[in-house]
């Protein structure tokens, strides 16, 4: 089984790279773009094949390691 | 007067640590990553500046779960002296022993240069030897030292005390130009300018060396 985990920034915490790459695209002529997040995704391959069991393992390894969650959220997502 | 370095894949300020540690009056042993107990009758731990594990994942994180880091957190908690300088300030905040994150520089540049920073408090034994209002220059190198936390984490700060030093000058998108933070007990200290690069008349700022020598007498009396 594969999870696919989506990190991002909490609202309200500024990303200074969102930041630039809207700057960027502004600059480029994408006038329509008010804000960019930028986040992360990891894929895991995992020997784990019932999915709720999967998904309490993965939780556990963002809260442990794979998120800081002082400033990022995250999803799981199983595939 | 003992003294630990923690030495990561990728540390490159430990040596220069340990250098200005025995400058000061310290015997060090470097410490790997690996091992899961510090010398005994440590006094005090550093956490030095570089890029372990190549900043993968978030700059500091990974080393932030060595097997070592077990025996800081004892260390710690049983009241020891830690300073966590530049990446070791990102550990430090990764390992939750003191609160908030550093996030990308505002200006999105790494930014290598001496900066003149204020010292915020005097209560404590690293910036004893100034009064609140000093300015000291210590060099900075960092590519993410822009330091967030909540407002109430903020609040707490200030309230007690706990901001050691603020850049002068607005440098990289800190909040409240925060350079560096004490713990509760004001024995850990994490900051992101470099004082082991400013402790030797020919790295030619030496400002670095009283926090040093500070320790050491603290470390004594203690």
Known sequence: MKARVHIMLKTGVLDPQGEAVRH???????????GVRQGKVIELDLTES????????????????????VIERYDVELV | ??????????????????????????????????ETALPAGVDFVGVPGGFSFGDYLRCGAIAARSPIIGALKSHVEAGGYALGICNGFQVLLETG???GALMRNAGLKFICKPVELEVATAASDFTESHAAGDIVTYPVAHHDGNYQADEDTLAALVDQDRVAFRYREELNGSVDRIAGILSENRRVLGLMPHPERAADEALGMTDGALMFRALSRAVVDA
């Open chain 1, 50 to 69: 019932d999915p709720e069991a999967a998904k309490a393992e993965v939780t556990k390894m963002c809260e442990a390691l794979l998120a800081n969650t």
């Open chain 2, 1 to 34: 007067m003992k003294a630990a370095v923690l030495v990561f894949p990728g540390s490159n300020c430990d040596r220069d640590l340990a250098v200005a540690l025995r400058a000061a009056g310290f015997s060090v042993e470097m410490v790997w990553h690996k």
């Open chain 2, 97 to 99: 022993l003191l609160p």
């Open chain 1, 24 to 34: 960027a695209l502004g600059s480029l002529g994408f006038d329509g773009v008010d």
